[in-house]
């Protein structure tokens, strides 16, 4: 059978193929010499698992082709989303990758990187051309996994994955009468459902020390940017749409929490020490409530929702001031 003669842009061809969402790894080997050689890659993929195979592919352009194909072990790491500086030191080249870098023994004198989603020691099988590659397939000596959520590649970007849950997700029972456009797609209900559930949890915690969530606000700000105005504090709290007045302030000064300096004209707010000492056993709280939320959400779902927020954030922001940012 002829083979047609397609005509097509490969830039856009590498555009289509990357919308394949894949993991990320690091594939290590050791030379000849005895020198550590690792690459990043994401062509690994599974084989079969009676023997138990894996595959991946390298460039005929790579510099470290001849150490692969020269040598018989190699390593597959499957990188969890905490090593995405580590998939893009091993993806450059001219540098030493391996500087400084906590190494396992292994079954054999590949490198073996610590703190992975899955590890994978592997013997070569054999190995083949495919076009402009060499595809490697290797026997599983040893592997081990751990809970760390997986680094992921789509359309050129880093990602992360999270589940989808089996069944629709639905939170009402029944669904709203065809003539209400109020439902619980809605975003605005979700933020403020989950905020307001998320708080609640914080504010049993906090009643225990007679204190709310404004003073944990004001405590957290303070925590963070000391010897404020007043007016410096409610930049900080605007967007709850709530306002600091002199009085929360005096209550927490009542409280030996906060300490007030300067002329009437010119107050400004300290955090003592008790009052430092509170704000970080409310921080501890906090992020009690957080960790409960993690362990059901689980770690990945957690860790996609924190970045979903912080878009959403700098999306929707009406130029509030950076807490963060050096005075």
Request: with cysteine.
């Amino acid at each position: 059978m002829a083979t047609p003669n397609v005509s097509f842009d490969p830039q856009a061809f590498r555009a289509a193929l990357g919308t394949f969402t894949t993991g990320v790894t690091i594939i290590t080997t050791q030379s000849e010499d005895g020198s550590p050689v690792g690459i990043t890659a994401n062509s690994f993929n599974s084989v079969s698992l009676n023997p138990p195979l894996v595959l991946w592919s390298l460039s005929k352009q790579a510099r470290s082709l001849p150490v692969f194909t020269s040598g018989k072990h190699w390593n597959v790491h499957v990188l969890s989303t905490e090593q995405e500086t580590l998939s893009g030191r091993f993806a450059t080249q001219g540098e030493d990758k391996f500087s400084e870098i906590q190494l396992d023994n292994g079954v054999s004198e590949a490198p073996l990187l610590q703190d992975c989603t899955a590890r994978f020691q592997c013997r070569t099988a054999f190995q083949y051309e495919g076009g402009d590659h060499v595809i490697f397939v290797g026997e599983v000596l040893a592997f081990d996994h751990s809970d760390r959520a997986p680094l992921a590649f789509q359309s050129g970007q880093y990602a992360l994955a999270t589940r989808k849950p089996r069944s629709e997700l639905r939170l009402a029972t029944t669904p709203p009468p065809p003539e209400c456009s109020y439902t619980e797609d809605l975003l605005g209900y979700l933020l403020g459902r989950g905020h307001y559930q998320v708080l609640n949890a914080l504010r049993q915690m906090l009643s225990h020390q007679q204190l709310d969530e404004m003073a944990f606000f004001i405590l957290s700000i303070l925590c963070i940017r000391d010897n404020l105005s007043l007016e410096e504090i409610n930049t900080f709290v605007a967007y709850t749409g709530r306002e600091v007045t002199l009085a929360s302030m005096r209550f927490l000064e009542h409280q030996r929490l906060v300490a007030i300096e300067g002329t009437t004209d010119a107050l400004r707010f300290v955090l003592t020490a008790q009052g430092r000492e509170v704000s970080l056993h409310q921080l501890a709280l906090a992020k009690a409530v957080e960790e409960d939320l993690s362990v059901k959400l689980g770690a990945a779902d957690a860790q996609a929702l924190k970045v979903l927020l912080k878009r959403l954030i700098v999306v929707s922001d009406p130029g509030l001031p950076d807490l963060w940012a050096p005075r």
